[in-house]
């Protein structure tokens, strides 16, 4: 999870719809994750419900900001620079070593980028710039320059990452290649078709605005460009269902509170939205699976003695996110949540 947000436009977070038609005005709702009430962000409501939305999404702007300002360093502690889960073989050990996890994060960049077919010599060649959208600390930003001799850019909402990701470019003598700055991702500082790589790992789940976050990758991707989104998604849902049961939607949103989210979409929902833009090669894949022994794996090494006083010294938002582990665990176990991967090139 990495921290990047931008105020919504009328078109906000999926899962929560009426029966009016996809992408429409009316139907598509935003809830704030502080609290239980939901508002429309649609005219028809007038401006206090306008007011309203964008006084919560500034919250949760802020709230986001601070997580990660004060979280990233614990984090980095412990885990190193990439702040996002690792990829795992099915039947991966919780036991293996710091090390073997890392590998497994690194395996995750791996993994994403062979899943969107950037595989061959010859794709690796087209790709010469790169964004981060929600970059953490840029552990995946030097990773890709590294690898294809990019010139990468990093967008957060955090300060804090955003400096200490430009830090640890010039310790590794990648400041010529890589740069970091505070920015929307709803609102991003570049030109139409400035990249040849979009990449978003793990920070989806911040957007309150789903579709404009979608818009957003879409208009900054290069022609031919490829768009990577990995992130947490609920369950796709039936045929028929209109939304998440009950006892489902409390466990997101006790997670949304801790880890300050907006309303959840599925991997249906982004694979909709992308059909939208005329995309080519959409792909969507379910990797819940392969991600399952990372959050176990987190607790386990918050339990020592080094992560009990890191997590101490962090802060109360940080001692919040560890109690709330558990529940990603159990998210997972009962299938609410679902680890999603979602790749398409733009149109030459």
């Known amino acids: ?36 009430v939901s508002m429309t962000t649609t005219t028809a409501r007038g401006n206090v419900a306008v007011a309203a939305a964008a006084t919560s999404t500034e919250a949760l702007r802020k709230g986001i900001a601070e997580f990660y300002n004060e979280t990233s360093g614990l984090w980095e502690d412990i885990w190193g620079d990439h702040m996002h889960h690792g990829f795992y073989d099915p039947d991966s050990s919780v036991q293996l070593s710091d090390s073997g996890h890392r590998e497994a994060q690194i395996r995750m960049i791996e993994e994403s980028l062979r899943f969107a077919g950037v595989t061959d010599e010859e794709e690796e060649k087209k790709i010469k710039k790169v964004v981060d959208v929600g970059c953490g600390i840029g552990g995946s ?12 850019i990093g967008i957060t909402l955090s300060p804090v990452q955003a400096k200490r990701a430009n ?31 979009v990449w978003s ?48 939607q409390n466990i997101l949103d006790k997670i ?65 996110g560890a109690l709330t582990m558990p529940l990603m665990i159990e998210g997972y176990k009962k299938g609410v949540i679902k680890f999603g991967i979602i790749t398409c090139q733009k149109p030459l």
């Open 1 to 36: 999870m990495k921290a990047t947000l931008a105020a919504p436009s009328s078109l906000t977070s999926l899962p929560f719809r009426t029966n009016a038609s996809f992408g429409s005005k009316s139907s598509l709702i935003f809830r704030s994750p502080s609290s239980s």
């Open 141 to 152: 930003s030097r990773y890709l320059a590294s690898k294809f001799g990019a010139e990468c």
């Open 167 to 197: 830090d640890l470019a010039a310790a590794q003598s990648l400041s010529h290649k890589v740069s970091f700055q505070v920015a929307d991702a709803l609102d991003q500082p570049f030109e139409d078709g400035k990249f040849d790589l």
């Open 201 to 248: 790992m793990e920070s989806g789940e911040h957007m309150p605005d789903k579709a404009k976050f979608v818009k957003e990758l879409v208009r900054v991707a290069a022609p031919g460009g490829r768009i990577i989104i990995v992130t947490w998604c609920h369950r796709n849902l039936s045929t028929g269902e209109k939304a998440l049961q009950p006892w489902e």
């Open 256 to 320: 949304c509170k801790t880890f300050y989210l907006p309303a959840w979409c599925s991997t249906d929902d982004y694979v909709k939205l992308l059909q939208s833009h005329s995309l080519q090669d959409i792909k969507c894949a379910d990797w819940s699976e392969n991600v399952a022994p990372f959050w176990p794996a987190v607790i386990r090494t918050a339990l020592t003695w080094n992560g009990l006083v890191s997590l101490l010294r962090s802060g109360m938002k940080s001692i919040k």
